[in-house]
């Protein structure tokens, strides 16, 4: 998981720099989290348990559309979510990249929440 904070500080460096050409940069954040993990910080968090649920493969299109995502949109998360879930969500490491941000979702959740 990468800070939304990270990505817009260094999205605003690199206009500020200027582009002069298109390139693909890949970003990843500083560690990888599962999904329980991310319910752990948010139960620290919130003083309150969460817990993860998995949604079998096969229902992942009906609840996608039973919360009022369009087609396109479940398609393409369904398509993320199996690469991620497959273990193909690797950068490919190409050029400088992957560029690594600095915060984690501990750190950035907490400035976000202010506690």
């Known amino acids: 998981m990468i800070s ?3 990505v817009a500080k260094f999205i605003t460096s690199k ?3 200027g582009v002069d050409h298109s ?7 500083p560690k990888k989290y599962a999904s329980n993990d991310i319910a ?3 139960s620290k968090v919130l ?3 969460i817990v993860t649920h998995e949604i079998p493969r096969q229902e992942w299109r009906a609840v996608m559309k039973g919360v009022g995502y369009a ?3 479940t398609r393409n998360f369904i398509k993320m ?3 991620v879930a497959n273990g193909k969500a690797e950068p490919e490491g190409k050029g400088p990249n992957p560029i690594a941000m600095d915060s984690t979702f501990e750190e950035y959740f907490h400035r976000f929440l202010g506690k």
Do not use: M, S
């Open 71 to 73: 087609e396109d949109a």
């Open 40 to 42: 752990k910080e948010f």
């Open 15 to 17: 206009i500020e720099q």
């Open 23 to 29: 390139e693909v940069i890949e970003i990843v954040g």
């Open 47 to 49: 003083a309150k348990e």
């Open 81 to 83: 979510t199996e690469t």
């Open 4 to 6: 939304p904070n990270d």
